[in-house]
């Protein structure tokens, strides 16, 4: 509004209408009407501290609050009623508020007049809060500064966090004891909030963190694929506060405060020895800070959540949530990669190459370019040997994972008795059976490189000849045998080139004719 006794002390002052127009912000046609009109009727400065500018006002320009007392007035509380909806503005509620004027035959105020009076009608009922935050819109949550200690049997102190969640608009509050800040305990901090709050907001604000933004700068926004998968998971929207600017989430920031104050600060002289005793006093607490009773109106968190913003929630999901960590890995030669106790395999053609790990409790997935490579069960304990599934192996490691005296004995019987015999003393010549699976090994490269045949007739012949077969004197009789069997077969390709020839009974016969003769 202009300040009309302004206007006329400065007139009184002396001060010309361009230098009036400047320093109110006025035109100086609204100075000109106000000089002429109060020289006219006689107003003059001083005047009595009891007359105000609305007053001063109806008295320079009486057309226009005539004009106005025509107008039809905004419902403000049916305003700010409708404001708390999902998609519902000002400018549409102008919009309808003129068209219900023109429908009745009313004049209705232009739009920056619809707005002012609103806000001034917001302002004296102490409801700019609720203009700024729609129920089950938003969550913002953060980590509290302070910390509460948690002692051992020895009377060492170690350190808990504390993870804090609000609901803007009834200023609903949720805290949780953490004995660390990762990725893991980041998430389901998240769901237990959703629990307690009975719902899902449509958008949720974080702090940069790294646990949960990658990246956030001018430009994009990048976020963890852990947090990202949560949010999908609960149908929300992830906006980050812009990098150092509290106010993007300063309730959380408010709430942050009271936790430390009304919670942390409170328990300051307890001592507790475990993380659940400790929540088990914070829980207290918290349900003790949401119904403090508000300084500026009326009720606490609580009866702002359950009356104004509990049926504005989102359902939560119908099954439980399950945090997932991702995390990128470049497959080492042994194809194992590793969860932070226990090793699994990958299969071994992706040596070299980078993939993603997922880690839930239950499960190890490991995706390479999109697609899902490899599947185990997560072991909650650390074990000595890695989690191998032989498919990801390759046909040598397989091959000697497969190597023990049962199986050696019976490929043995499928070649031959004599190659039985070889093998049995093989495995009995030692002080264990292990001592002869290197000469087991060679007989089975021997059968594959000269076939089963050779090497059962090679095992013969050295059993002949010796008590104490080796698979030196075995090598050197299967390639006699070779060479022999190549011999044969390169004569016999030979004489089936040449068709049919006389042998020796051919010619005897011819000579036994000639003596009779």
């Not at 880690?359 to 650390?382: I, M, S």
């Not at 190597?403 to 070649?415: I, L, M, Q």
Request: proline share 4%; aromatic share 10%.
């Amino acid at each position: 509004m202009i300040d009309y006794r302004e206007i006329l002390r400065r007139l009184s002052l002396g001060y010309t209408q361009q230098q009036i127009a400047s320093s109110l912000h006025c035109s100086r046609n609204t100075v000109r009407d106000v000089r002429n009109t109060s020289d006219r009727i006689g107003i003059k400065w001083p005047l009595d501290d009891s007359v105000t500018n609305e007053e001063l006002e109806a008295i320079f320009h009486p057309k226009k609050n005539a004009t106005d007392t025509l107008r039809k007035e905004p419902d403000c509380e049916y305003i700010h009623r409708e404001l708390a909806k999902k998609g519902v503005n000002l400018s549409l509620l102008w919009s309808e508020y003129c068209s219900e004027c023109y429908t009745n035959g009313e004049t209705p105020y232009m739009y920056t007049m619809f707005c002012r009076k609103y806000r001034q009608w917001a302002k004296l009922t102490k409801a700019t809060m609720r203009i700024q935050h729609k129920p089950g819109e938003v969550m913002q949550v953060d980590w509290a500064g302070n910390t509460i200690p948690i002692y051992d049997v020895a009377g060492n102190e170690d350190k808990a966090y504390v993870f804090v969640a609000v609901l803007p608009c009834s200023c609903y509050a949720y805290a949780e004891v953490c004995a660390d800040m990762l990725s893991e305990t980041w998430l389901m901090c998240h769901a237990h909030a959703y629990s307690y709050f009975g719902g899902v907001t449509r958008l949720l604000i974080p702090d940069n963190l790294k646990t949960g933004v990658v990246r956030n700068t001018r430009y994009e926004t990048i976020l963890n694929r852990s947090y990202e998968e949560l949010a999908t998971y609960y149908g929300t929207a992830i906006v980050p506060a812009r990098v150092e600017h509290p106010k993007d989430k300063s309730l959380a920031e408010g709430t942050v405060r009271f936790v430390s104050t009304w919670i942390i600060a409170a328990l300051r002289n307890r001592k507790f020895f475990t993380i659940e005793e400790a929540q088990s006093a914070v829980q207290e607490k918290l349900e003790e800070l949401n119904r403090i009773p508000f300084k500026k109106r009326e009720g606490n968190r609580y009866d702002a959540y359950c009356n104004e913003e509990h049926s504005f929630m989102k359902p939560l999901p119908l099954t439980p949530y399950e945090p997932a960590v991702w995390s990128t890995a470049t497959v080492p030669l042994d194809y194992l990669i590793s969860d932070g106790k226990n090793k699994y395999s990958v299969p071994f053609d992706l040596i070299g190459e980078s993939v993603d790990i997922r880690l839930t409790r239950q499960l190890v997935e490991v995706f390479f370019k999109g697609g899902r490579v490899a599947l185990h069960h997560r072991e909650p304990y650390r074990k000595r040997d890695a989690i191998v599934v032989p498919e990801h192996m390759p046909e040598q490691h397989r091959k000697y994972l497969s190597y023990n005296a049962d199986n050696f004995t019976e490929w043995a019987k499928t070649v031959g008795s004599n190659t039985a015999s070889v093998v049995s003393y093989f495995l009995e010549s030692g002080r264990e059976p292990e001592q002869g699976y290197k000469a087991c090994v060679s007989l089975m490269n021997l059968a594959r490189k000269h076939n089963a045949q050779n090497l059962e007739r090679a095992c013969e012949q050295v059993l002949k000849y010796a008590s104490t077969p080796s698979i030196r004197t075995i090598t050197a009789a299967i390639r006699a045998l070779s060479k022999i069997t190549a011999d044969e077969t390169h004569i016999n390709e030979n004489s089936d080139r040449h068709g049919i020839t006389r042998g020796a009974a051919y010619f005897s016969r011819g000579k036994e004719v000639s003596i009779n003769e």
